[in-house]
């Protein structure tokens, strides 16, 4: 299990400097700042791909997946000029929507499983 956390935590950081390299090429400049809105994005694709905030269940084609279509809205939403300060709205609603799907999912599971009191 150590041996596990480990290898994890180190693959983190080795990916998340790799990633701060890129972007420090891409814009040619560094700032602490840079990626702020990244996480929303990040949090979207998952939540979209299936993967349950209260349980973690889920799959990595699942957020693939979810990635893909999250780039798909975003690049929607700059086509179709939503002023940037709105974007952000539009990325919060999809996760909203994707959680009360994923919360109706698992109430209709208890449900059907006879977990639920219907009293």
């Known amino acids: 299990m150590t041996r596990v956390l480990l290898v994890a935590y180190f693959l983190c950081g080795l990916l998340a400097g790799v990633g701060g390299i ?14 702020e809105i990244y996480e929303l994005s990040a949090i979207a694709a998952v ?9 973690g269940e ?12 999250i780039a798909v809205i975003e690049t929607g939403i700059n086509l179709t000029h939503v002023p940037a300060e709105r974007q952000p709205i539009v990325l919060g609603s999809v996760i909203l ?6 919360r109706l999912k698992q109430w209709a599971w208890q449900r059907r499983s006879g977990l639920v009191d219907e009293g």
């Open 22 to 35: 890129m972007m420090a090429s891409r814009t040619k400049s560094g700032s602490a700042t840079y990626g």
């Open 47 to 55: 939540v979209v791909g299936g993967t349950s905030i209260s349980g």
């Open 58 to 69: 889920g799959s990595i084609l699942g957020t693939l997946i979810g990635a893909f279509i």
């Open 97 to 102: 929507g994707a959680v009360l799907l994923d």
